[in-house]
């Protein structure tokens, strides 16, 4: 399990457009003494930069003739084609599912706070507390509370840092406030109360959710899920965007009438399934993305 690699810095606007151009320009780009100077950004930013890159699964590193160098996944390419700017929801949530799979370990706190952690509202140093011990119930080696700190800091900031109104040159808000997500409020007892939200099935994008779909059933070599188990499962609708029992089932109504991909209601012991089609998650989403 990994914590605060990102430096303490949550992604900033731009820096993904500015990463993925960097990486399909220069291989070795984040591995150039110099990088910062180039992109415009300080030496801990284009770390956090690079983190936040393969956190996402857009960027991979591999060893080519005794050489370390960074690539774009399939993955990659299709969103610096397509949405570089990150100018889409879709995008966003599906990022955001990425960080919350965890599969490549870089991104701890964003999997335990979706996925493990049950609270819906909670104050800041709770929710710290929580995920220190979480930690130390988890890892066999001690990690220091301040490095746990900085992964619960940059998490809320990672959602909640929205654009200045007043200022339309405002660079340091993240683009992922967009998904509502989570919510911070200061309680007047000194402290934040944070807050899960659900966001709507409109603003995340049906996309993004048959992706999931699909990607689950992949990895999980099924083509048959409950409906309780998209609500309640691992990785799935309830846990990743915190949807409720009413916005699972107006989101399958909507899949239901996809026009190229339809799934379909089974009932099997009185319980309420979905079929997915067989489709690679990949595949579906070009062809969803450059829709728009």
């Excluded at 780009?29 to 956090?48: D, H, P, T, W």
Aim: aromatic content about 12%; some cysteine; glycine content about 4%.
């Amino acid at each position: 399990m990994a914590y605060a690699r990102h430096q303490s810095f949550y992604l900033r606007d731009k820096w993904f457009s500015k990463g993925l151009r960097s990486v399909e320009h220069d291989k070795r780009f984040f591995f150039n003494e110099f990088a910062f100077e180039q992109i415009g950004l300080g030496k801990n930013m284009v770390e956090a930069l690079k983190y936040w890159l393969l956190a996402f699964n857009v960027i991979e590193e591999r060893s080519e003739e005794g050489q370390k160098a960074h690539y774009l996944t399939e993955l990659g390419e299709l969103l610096y084609g397509n949405d570089k700017l990150l100018q889409k929801n879709e995008t966003l949530a599906i990022l955001h599912y990425n960080l919350v799979q965890n599969a490549n370990d870089q991104s701890t706190v964003f999997q335990w706070y979706f996925n493990i952690y049950k609270e819906t509202s909670v104050s800041k140093p709770d929710l710290l507390k929580s995920f220190v011990t979480w930690v130390g119930q988890n890892e066999s080696k001690e990690i220091s509370e301040k490095s746990l700190k900085r992964d619960i800091d940059c998490l809320i900031q990672f959602y909640t840092k929205k654009p200045d109104e007043n200022d339309p040159e405002d660079v340091i808000f993240c683009p992922f406030s967009k998904l509502n997500l989570l919510k911070s409020e200061h309680s007047g007892e000194g402290y934040d109360t944070v807050k899960k939200l659900s966001s709507e099935v409109s603003s995340l994008g049906t996309a993004t959710l048959y992706y999931v779909l699909l990607n689950h059933c992949v990895l999980h070599e099924i083509d048959l899920l409950s409906v309780d188990e998209i609500i309640n499962g691992d990785l799935l609708w309830g846990k990743t965007f915190n949807f409720s029992r009413n916005k699972t089932i107006e989101a399958l109504n909507i899949l239901s009438n996809h026009e190229k991909y339809p799934i379909e209601y089974v009932r099997t012991n009185n319980l309420d399934y979905v079929k997915v089609p067989h489709i690679s998650p990949m595949e579906f989403l070009k062809t969803e993305l450059l829709k728009g």
